[in-house]
């Protein structure tokens, strides 16, 4: 199975700073790559997605990605205390038919 | 609302009892995965149902079965759980795999497994 690293953290901001996640992946031929929330003892819930290299922006949240450097991030602007959970990156598997998951890192936003 | 249902939020068994763990879709979705997390840990692709095809990874050990009688329904079945196997258990589905939009992940709520 493909790997997909992350900084576990955690990553501490202030409320209304900038929290940038970072994700790294093994697949070079991985086409599609998300980032889910999870809150503590809940499932995972989608935010963002992204396919092509370069921004996407929805509300609060900027993706980045950079496949020449299997790299992709998450930008959350103006954080916030209900921001704080554990954010998983997701990367397609190889045969492209299921996603494969980091560890996560564990934001904690301080009010 | 469409979603992903799983049955039961907890579940407790006994060491060596098998187990099954039960997820419904409304979404109409091809694709049905089950995912096994463990504290602090990233969700770990058990298998997946492509409609009717089975797709176990190659790590998943034999004590974990999978069943899907019908396009709403997907069983996960523990035939002799050990205590390494108490996880939160993920059913998760999507359109249709392949990649884009297609390939997003609705999960349900979890099953949190106790093996005592």
């Known amino acids: 199975q493909k790997e997909v690293e992350q900084n576990s953290g955690p990553l501490s901001v202030p409320e209304g700073a900038i929290a940038s996640l970072n994700c790294t992946y093994s697949?070079?031929?991985?086409?599609?790559f998300f980032w889910y929330r999870q809150y503590s003892g809940k499932s995972p819930e989608l935010i963002m997605s992204?396919?092509?290299?370069g921004d996407k922006e929805d509300g609060r949240f900027t993706a980045q990605l950079n496949k020449a450097s299997q790299y992709v991030s998450l930008l959350i602007r103006d954080s916030q205390p209900s921001d704080s959970a554990t954010y998983l990156c997701?990367?397609?598997?190889?045969?492209?038919?299921?996603?494969?998951f980091g560890k996560g890192t564990t934001l904690s936003v301080s009010s | 609302d469409a979603m992903v249902i799983q049955n039961p939020r907890y579940q407790v068994t006994q060491f060596g009892k098998p187990v099954t763990l039960s997820c419904s879709q409304t979404?109409?979705?091809?694709?049905m995965y089950w995912y096994q997390q463990k504290s602090s840990q990233a969700p770990k692709l058990l298998f997946h149902?492509?409609?009717?095809?089975?797709?176990n990874e190659a790590d998943t050990p034999d004590n974990f079965q999978s069943r899907r009688p019908n396009t709403s329904f997907c069983f996960l079945d523990i035939r002799s759980p050990g205590l390494g196997d108490a996880a939160m258990y993920l059913c998760?589905?999507?359109?249709?795999?392949?990649?884009?939009?297609?390939?997003?992940?609705?999960f349900g709520s979890g099953t949190q497994l106790s093996v005592l």
């Open positions: 997701a990367v397609e598997n190889q045969a492209g038919t299921a996603l494969i």
């Open positions: 992204i396919y092509s290299n």
């Open positions: 979404l109409n979705h091809n694709v």
């Open positions: 998760a589905t999507s359109r249709d795999g392949g990649g884009g939009d297609n390939e997003k992940l609705f």
């Open positions: 149902y492509y409609d009717k095809d089975f797709n």
């Open positions: 697949d070079r031929g991985s086409q599609s």
